[in-house]
Each structure stands twice: as structure tokens, then as C-alpha cells.
């Protein structure tokens, strides 16, 4: 069964046929296009309302990023503590006599 839609693939290659050689092609930029690119070198640059929130929500992760990495490292030493202890407990005696005084 044939497809009613014509393969992409050679669509492309087919226009790809079609295209004059590289020599024939102009390697020049458009007529106007150097003046109005040095134009708008000084003109100030236009930003959103989303472009100040991304910039500061990279400053934001970094500081949350260093904020959490410090968290851990500040508790890390109680938490093995704990685990310690509860496998010295566990290995000692069995937990539930140790709950209930056997």
C-alpha cells in the first residue's frame, strides 16, 4: 500500500538536486547588512521580565547548591553516630528483647 505523504527523504535529496553548485551561490553577506549590525552595537539591550529571573535563578541555585552541600556535611557525623549505635544494638541483642527487658 502506497502512503498519500512522499518520503521526506526524498524530497530533500530531490531538492538537494535542484540547488545550483556552491560557485554559483553569493558567499556575500546582503546589501545593508554590516551597517545595520554596527548600529545596533550602542543601542541598549532590550531584556524581559524573564531574562532578569534567569540570571538570578542561576545565582540562586549555586547559593542553594552550596547551602545543601554544607547541610550535609555539618550533619553527616550525628547521622552515622545513630546508625552506629543502632547496629551495635542490633548485633548485641535482638531489638525487640532489648525493648522489652528480656
Do not use: C, Y
Not at 21 to 36: D, K, N, V, Y
Request: net charge negative; no cysteine; charged share 15%.
Amino acid at each position: 500500500m502506497k502512503s498519500s505523504h512522499p518520503d521526506p527523504w526524498q524530497n530533500l535529496v530531490n531538492l538537494a538536486r535542484q540547488a545550483p553548485p556552491l560557485s554559483e551561490r553569493s558567499s556575500t553577506a546582503p546589501l545593508g547588512f554590516s551597517t545595520r549590525v554596527v548600529a545596533r552595537v550602542g543601542q541598549p539591550v532590550e531584556r524581559s521580565l524573564f531574562g532578569l529571573f534567569e540570571s538570578q535563578a542561576f545565582r540562586a541555585l549555586s547559593v542553594a547548591s552550596v547551602l545543601a552541600i554544607a547541610t550535609v556535611a555539618l550533619n553527616l557525623s550525628p547521622v552515622l553516630q545513630a546508625f552506629h549505635d543502632e547496629a551495635e544494638m542490633v548485633d548485641g541483642e535482638s531489638v525487640t528483647s532489648g525493648l522489652l527487658g528480656l
